[in-house]
T-cell receptor
Framework: SQKIEQNSEALNIQEGKTATLTCNYTNYSPAYLQWYRQDPGRGPVFLLLIRENEKEKRKERLKVTFDTTLKQSLFHITASQPADSATYLCALDEAQADMRFGAGTRLTVKP | DGGITQSPKYLFRKEGQNVTLSCEQNLNHDAMYWYRQDPGQGLRLIYYSQIVNDFQKGDIAEGYSVSREKKESFPLTVTSAQKNPTAFYLC?????????????FGSGTRLTVV
């Protein structure tokens, strides 16, 4: 069966450290993978998209990797800040099919 | 500023009632989507529309209905046939069906059955 697993429900780190979130999938062949940030009681906000032929993508303090062999994407936030505390969702985008979302990882950055 | 507006923010439904959730966008996006979010689960697609006057069922369309009479609007009706409607409902849009700029989401409507 198809599955999207985000490494853990919650991740706690200290301010200034790098947060690494994992998105693993099975029985999908995504052409694209997207990451979103969601704050409590709000809709998700699009952060980054990475294509299947791209290994890595960066945007300011964010870095995403995409390994289609391992069927895994890693999402890194460097020099994390308390304001980065939120739930982060990965979404798999197969061409001509619906986009599929993981359940999310709740990140807490402690001062 | 362009965006998606969902209303109301909170909605209470009595047993046997139909309720309609509003979703309006001024982004000139062609595609619009309705998702349901439950604790510990990924977003699940209810309905989507790629053009005006056309829409398709998602994974969990039973007990829901939609219309797309205008490009800007994609209302969702939760009917009495939906047995477990308590959830957080999210409307989203994308420039087109290819979604290469990602989705823009609204702020959501929290529906509770009383």
């Amino acid at each position: 069966s198809q599955k999207i697993e985000q490494n853990s429900e919650a991740l706690n780190i200290q301010e200034g450290k790098t947060a690494t979130l994992t998105c693993n999938y099975t029985n999908y062949s995504p052409a694209y993978l997207q990451w979103y940030r969601q704050d409590p009681g709000r809709g998700p906000v699009f952060l980054l998209l990475i294509r299947e032929n791209e290994k890595e993508k960066r945007k300011e303090r964010l870095k995403v990797t995409f390994d289609t062999t391992l069927k895994q994407s890693l999402f890194h936030i460097t020099a994390s800040q308390p304001a980065d505390s939120a739930t982060y969702l990965c979404a798999l985008d197969e061409a001509q099919a619906d986009m599929r979302f993981g359940a999310g990882t709740r990140l807490t950055v402690k001062p | 500023d362009g965006g998606i507006t969902q209303s109301p923010k909170y909605l209470f439904r009595k047993e046997g009632q139909n309720v309609t959730l509003s979703c309006e966008q001024n982004l000139n996006h062609d595609a619009m989507y309705w998702y349901r979010q439950d604790p510990g689960q990924g977003l699940r697609l209810i309905y989507y529309s790629q053009i005006v006057n056309d829409f398709q069922k998602g994974d969990i369309a039973e007990g829901y209905s939609v219309s797309r009479e205008k490009k800007e609007s994609f209302p969702l009706t939760v009917t009495s046939a939906q047995k477990n409607p308590t959830a957080f409902y999210l409307c989203a849009s994308s420039h087109d069906a290819w979604r290469r700029d990602g989705y823009t989401f609204g702020s959501g409507t929290r529906l509770t059955v009383v």
